[in-house]
């Protein structure tokens, strides 16, 4: 069982940044990969990136490619997003997730974080 937390959402104008924290709890943090989505006012929730176990691979939508970056910490058991140069239309709730492994398919994901509210203002 993990439980995940995630933080760092907010208001910020276009052209701007935000870093998503998302906390885990439990000691098998190290045995999920651990992946990003994203939901906006009426639409489905979409992958918008993810990391292997290790750390060593990542996958990311193709229209967050060269902003986002995610990342993440074994020790403080703790996921990262770093989202630059943000537009309008990254707003969303962002919600992170654990995987058995890295995959940009939700359905894949066994644990979901409550999301955190992300608004890009033009």
């Known amino acids: 069982q993990v439980q995940l937390v995630e933080s760092g959402g907010g208001l910020v104008q276009a052209g701007g940044s935000l870093r998503l924290s998302c906390a885990a709890s439990?000691?098998?943090?190290?045995?999920?990969?651990m992946g990003w989505f994203r939901q906006a006012p009426g639409k489905e929730r979409e992958f918008v990136a993810a990391?292997?176990?290790?750390?060593?691979?990542?996958v990311y939508q193709d229209s967050v490619k060269g902003r986002f970056a995610i990342s993440r910490d074994s020790a403080k058991n703790t996921v990262y997003l770093q989202m630059n140069s943000l537009k309008p239309e990254d707003t969303a709730i962002y919600y992170c997730?654990?995987?058995?492994?890295?995959?940009?398919?939700?359905?894949?994901?066994?644990?979901w974080g409550q999301g955190t509210q992300v608004t890009v203002s033009s």
């Open positions: 990391i292997s176990r290790n750390g060593d691979n990542t």
């Open positions: 997730a654990a995987a058995a492994l890295l995959s940009m398919a939700a359905r894949t994901y066994s644990y």
């Open positions: 439990g000691r098998t943090f190290s045995t999920y990969a």
